[in-house]
């Protein structure tokens, strides 16, 4: 089954905090998508494995996503090996998908650090013709790294202000890790309503900088190219009160 982008991420509720508006935004655009989580987040301070497995089926749903996988490496044992790439790889090139969203290369967590480079690193060897694991060489065209902890200038801006609602939704699914008072065991970071409240704040800043109400933001380490100046760049995201709308 070809799948024409997978988010690859190193947690269960990775995708669906980083990137679940752009995810909404690609299904309500007719584009099949997919979710692979490397780890059952069995370390995390809360929950189990089976809760959290629970909590992506149903942020699944909700996210409309074709597909959502595990690969089952060791949470906070994520590493860019020769042993981990090759699932990687058989993943890849089971979906086939011309994008692959990833963890940004510079995070807080290590694993997230180490997902992106596994990502990145696993793409470039799906497409070598002698690396045998009994399926085509696949390559995807594009890797985005999603904007997490650490902030940079993005490279890309993705309004998601029609989906923000949903994303929410598919983010409450996640009732032992985010913002939950019934919930009880040990306060953590993402637990706190402090990131609830973050999370959304970076919504709507990225959202303020492409005049729209809410945004992700993502980097991509190769150049784009424009085919139409006018309508992909000095048509989009304008500023109130500013210029021409439309092309003559």
Known sequence: MDIDVLCMVA???????MAGGTLLKLKDQGYSTGVVDFSEGEMGSRGSAAQRAEEATCA??????????????????IENTVEHRRPVVEVIRKYRP????TNGLNNRNPDHTHTGLLVKESCFTAGLVKYDTGQPPHRPNKIIYGMEYFQSPPTMIIDISAQFERKMRA????????????????????SSNSFSRDIIARMRYYGSRIHCEYAEAFLMET???????????????LIPGQGRKSAP
């Not at 699944?60 to 044992?77: E, Q, T, W, Y």
């Not at 011309?98 to 969203?101: A, E, G, P, Q, Y």
């Not at 150049?223 to 995201?237: K, T, W």
Request: with cysteine.
């Open 171 to 190: 983010i409450a699914c996640f009732r032992s890790q985010t913002f939950n008072p019934d919930f009880e065991g040990p306060e953590t970071y993402i």
């Open 60 to 77: 699944a749903k909700i996210l409309g996503v074709d597909i959502r996988v595990n690969l089952g490496f060791p949470d906070a044992g």
């Open 11 to 17: 947690h269960r509720d990775d995708a669906d905090i």
């Open 223 to 237: 150049p784009m190219e424009v085919g139409d100046l006018v309508q992909e760049v000095a048509l989009r995201a």
């Open 98 to 101: 011309h994008l692959i969203i």
